[in-house]
């Protein structure tokens, strides 16, 4: 595949392909991810935490996801790159909602936005893909709502939440969703999902019988370290990695060892 469209990703559900994906928040990261091969990339709200060090999702503004956005955007030459409408920019009505979109649309470069919700948002989700801008879902734990939830343990355990979960990927796909992420949920109900629709379920979170697996790049480098969920499956230790190098060039500057002779005019 060469480069990712909504239209590829439903492709490769049709196929049997899996497709990756990552976050990336910036520039020289995204080109990393984009030349490693990554089919799509998050612009996540997850920047919330990640980049500006707040507890929850909810204070990152739209004019900062733009800003991520953009020089994502700048880096990639092959992935579809979607970008999370914040919390606030999208949930007092549907005209806000696409104002938000066209804004992320125009502003940043970015090829899709992904919201959080089912039925309560589909107004705004409706409007948005009338304007021909591409939705992807998420539904399962949605941390714009974490003070309704109370906690961020495994959502949609009861057959209640369950049964509305999925309805909402059946409505989300009807209304006409390119894709739809559903974050930890119980992999049994993740596999019922994706079988019942024929958009592609990305999971995190949610085992392995869904059509492809998103991560927060930074948690699955090791850079955060304070973060154990199951789900996290770590490639590297970058925070033990980081730090020695980085008190190593401390070392070399107290002791003048940094820089050497090859390494001056
Ligand atoms: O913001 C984010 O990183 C996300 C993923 C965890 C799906 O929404
Ligand atoms: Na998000």
Same mark, same amino acid.
């Given at each position: 595949?060469?480069?990712?469209?909504?239209?590829?990703? #439903? $492709?490769?559900?049709?196929? !049997? *392909?899996?497709? /990756?994906?990552?976050? @990336?928040?910036?520039? &020289?990261?995204?080109? +990393?991810?984009?030349?490693?091969? #990554? $089919?799509?990339?998050?612009? !996540? *709200?997850?920047? /919330?935490?990640?980049? @500006?060090?707040?507890? &929850?999702?909810?204070? +990152?503004?739209?004019?900062?996801?733009?800003?991520?956005?953009?020089?994502?955007?700048?880096?990639?030459?092959?992935?579809?790159?979607?970008?999370?409408?914040?919390?606030?920019?999208?949930?007092?009505?549907?005209?806000?909602?696409?104002?938000?979109?066209?804004?992320?649309?125009?502003?940043?470069?970015?090829?899709?936005?992904?919201?959080?919700?089912?039925?309560?948002?589909?107004?705004?989700?409706?409007?948005?893909?009338?304007?021909?801008?591409?939705?992807?879902?998420?539904?399962?734990?949605?941390?714009?709502?974490?003070?309704?939830?109370?906690?961020?343990?495994?959502?949609?355990?009861?057959?209640?939440?369950?049964?509305?979960?999925?309805?909402?990927?059946?409505?989300?796909?009807?209304?006409?969703?390119?894709?739809?992420?559903?974050?930890?949920?119980?992999?049994?109900?993740?596999?019922?999902?994706?079988?019942?629709?024929?958009?592609?379920?990305?999971?995190?979170?949610?085992?392995?019988?869904?059509?492809?697996?998103?991560?927060?790049?930074?948690?699955?480098?090791?850079?955060?370290?304070?973060?154990?969920?199951?789900?996290?499956?770590?490639?590297?230790?970058?925070?033990?990695?980081?730090?020695?190098?980085?008190?190593?060039?401390?070392?070399?500057?107290?002791?003048?060892?940094?820089?050497?002779?090859?390494?001056?005019?």
């Amino acid at each position: 595949y060469k480069r990712i469209t909504v239209k590829t990703l #439903v $492709d490769m559900k049709a196929n !049997g *392909d899996k497709i /990756s994906m990552l976050t @990336a928040y910036d520039y &020289t990261m995204a080109k +990393i991810v984009d030349g490693a091969g #990554v $089919d799509v990339i998050l612009v !996540g *709200d997850s920047a /919330s935490n990640v980049m @500006a060090g707040h507890e &929850t999702t909810l204070p +990152i503004t739209l004019d900062q996801m733009i800003y991520h956005a953009a020089g994502v955007v700048r880096a990639i030459e092959r992935s579809l790159v979607v970008v999370d409408l914040p919390f606030g920019s999208y949930q007092s009505d549907p005209k806000e909602a696409l104002r938000s979109a066209i804004r992320i649309m125009k502003e940043s470069g970015g090829h899709a936005v992904k919201l959080e919700g089912g039925k309560e948002v589909k107004e705004s989700i409706k409007r948005i893909l009338n304007a021909g801008i591409p939705v992807m879902g998420h539904l399962g734990l949605t941390p714009q709502s974490i003070y309704k939830f109370g906690t961020y343990t495994v959502r949609a355990k009861e057959e209640e939440e369950a049964h509305k979960l999925k309805e909402d990927a059946l409505m989300l796909e009807r209304i006409g969703c390119f894709a739809i992420v559903l974050e930890k949920i119980p992999a049994k109900l993740a596999q019922e999902v994706a079988e019942s629709i024929s958009i592609p379920v990305i999971g995190i979170g949610a085992g392995n019988g869904v059509d492809g697996q998103v991560l927060v790049l930074h948690d699955m480098l090791g850079m955060t370290h304070e973060f154990h969920p199951r789900f996290l499956r770590r490639y590297m230790n970058l925070y033990e990695d980081m730090t020695n190098s980085i008190s190593q060039y401390v070392k070399d500057v107290k002791a003048v060892d940094f820089p050497n002779d090859e390494e001056q005019y």
